[in-house]
């Protein structure tokens, strides 16, 4: 689902250098992720693969990645120390570089994890002019942008979730944009990822939060570009 | 008119409507995006603050870039300037000045504004504000020639993605060029006809440039290769301003150049595996950051 193109795909984004694709691309996938896990983590493990990993130092795709899970936005220039505001949060942070050429140029995998969530395990790619992608949580497959806002849920595979989620939205009067399942096996748990046009209610989380066997419900807003 | 896909249909419509090209691009944005004129104008006056910002921040620093290969010669010219010395004017001194002073802004983790990329950031802004400042023209004047730029990257964009990865160099500070270029008639109020020659005389002699970064860093030779650029610029400018014509439309021109960026070998395309990337000096640098970055 491609964007139309605008004047501000050329002029901007304002950003913290060098790189669209390696340093602010790196800031959005951090940001995705940190909003995904939804909480502070006690640690984050980033493994970098292939050219992220080969010449991120040098485009501070580590500072990137680590300031978008603080929560910045690629303009932010704490980005450059976003090591010392990891370590003034209390938060233990672990690089890991690695070649694997089954995978994208531009590859992260971000283990975070904490006491109350445990562990979320989320990989992203960096695709160019810092347009990004989540592609799987915990090892489901998701394709998150930022471009729409996104309901991201992990849940019990049966029969009927999807047609509650959906009526749920359309009850809202919600259009959906865009809609991936996956799921591993049969019975055990599904993933959903939905983009809607316009934005999802406080009402709608709560509503899905009544659904039994619904493990992980996240609202992921558009991203500032 | 949300079907104006290229350079021609631009300069039409634009003639039958009797309007500016800057004047068109924003009515097809507002269009677009259902955002009034004024909306669309107050985020560009955003960008050139964070353009203005980015210059002035760079024209005070020499510090380093992570990578330790560039961040001072802004302050090298600087001092030529300083003691009196240059072969250019006041105009093209201050180009040169500003497109350092923000690529290595760039470099060095500094906020800058990409333009049409962060790798070709030094190029629109540093010939924008310098032209604006030497016209002692106001801000709306900055905006009508941003926008100018915005439309010719924009609809080159239509044909040819702007990134070194797909096209080499040639889509990134090569377009940011022909931007530039278009802008500067913009503001010495050229015709619709002359801006679209500048982008036009522009692009035709990038065509062909390869993204060969040592180390695949935004610095070698990104940071000169903007400021020679910028200074390009100002030639498209010129020559189009004295009603010299390019003789291959602008449309074909860039038709060739997405030729041209297929044709490219994928080892020229940002990937550091030839050219000034792999001669015997860009592979010892490479290898002594790898070695430094390892030991961290």
Not at chain 2, 82 to 111: C, P, W
Request: charged share 25%; with cysteine; proline share 2%.
């Amino acid at each position: 689902m491609e964007k139309a193109k605008t004047l501000f795909d050329v002029i901007g984004p304002v950003m913290v250098g060098p790189s669209s694709s390696h340093t602010a691309g790196a800031v959005r996938i951090g940001y995705l992720a940190g909003k995904i896990f939804g909480e502070k983590p006690d640690n984050v493990t980033f493994v970098l693969y292939n050219s992220f990993a080969k010449t991120g130092r040098g485009h501070g795709t580590d500072k990137g990645l680590l300031g978008g899970v603080l929560g910045y936005d690629v303009d932010n220039e704490n980005i450059k120390i976003s090591y010392q505001e990891a370590e003034k949060l209390g938060i233990g942070v672990n690089f890991e570089y690695r070649e694997d050429y089954t995978r994208h140029p531009n590859s992260v995998d971000i283990i975070l994890e904490n006491k109350n969530i445990g562990k979320m395990e989320i990989s992203g790619i960096s695709v160019g002019a810092g347009e990004v992608a989540i592609t799987k949580i915990n090892g489901y497959k998701f394709n998150i942008n930022g471009d729409y806002d996104t309901l991201v849920l992990i849940y019990k595979d049966k029969p009927g979730m999807i047609y509650r989620v959906t009526a749920l939205l359309q009850g809202q009067n919600i259009n959906i944009a865009s809609m991936h399942c996956d799921r591993k096996a049969k019975g055990k748990q599904a993933s959903m990822g939905i983009c809607v046009d316009g934005s999802i209610s406080e009402y709608i989380i709560n509503e899905l939060s009544k659904i039994e066997e619904v493990y992980l419900i996240r609202n992921i807003e558009v991203l500032k570009k | 008119m949300t079907d104006l896909k290229n350079f021609g249909d631009i300069l039409e419509t634009a003639d039958n409507m009797n309007k500016k090209i800057y004047e068109i691009c924003q009515l097809l944005e507002s269009e677009n995006t259902e955002k009034p004129v004024s909306e669309i104008r107050e985020r560009v006056k955003d960008i050139i603050a964070a353009m203005k910002s980015a210059i002035n921040a760079g024209l005070k620093s020499d510090e380093k870039s992570t990578s330790g290969m560039c961040g001072d010669d802004c302050a090298k010219l600087l001092k030529m300037y300083k003691d009196g010395k240059s072969l250019f004017g006041v105009l093209h001194q201050k180009i040169l000045k500003y497109s350092f002073a923000t690529i290595e802004q760039n470099a060095r983790m500094g906020k800058i504004a990409a333009c049409p990329t962060a790798g070709s950031c030094g190029i629109v802004p540093s010939v924008i504000i310098a032209v604006a400042e030497e016209l002692n023209v106001n801000e709306e004047r900055e905006v009508d020639a941003l926008i100018t730029a915005g439309l010719v990257g924009k609809i080159v964009s239509n044909k040819l993605a702007l990134a070194g990865a797909v096209a080499g160099c040639q889509s990134e500070c090569g377009v940011a060029s022909a931007m530039a270029a278009a802008a500067i008639v913009e503001l010495y109020n050229g015709t619709n006809e002359q801006i679209i020659n500048a982008a036009a005389l522009t692009l035709k002699n990038i065509m062909g440039l390869v993204c060969d970064p040592v180390a695949g860093l935004v610095e070698i030779p990104c940071v000169k290769r903007n400021a020679f650029l910028s200074i390009y610029a100002v030639v498209g400018a010129e020559l189009a301003l004295a009603g010299i014509k390019s003789i291959i439309p602008v449309d074909e021109i860039v038709d060739a150049m997405k030729q041209v960026g297929e044709m490219m070998s994928p080892k020229l395309k940002e990937s550091s595996e030839a050219g000034l990337a792999t001669t015997p000096t860009g592979l010892q640098i490479t290898e002594e950051l790898s070695k430094k970055w390892n030991n961290q």
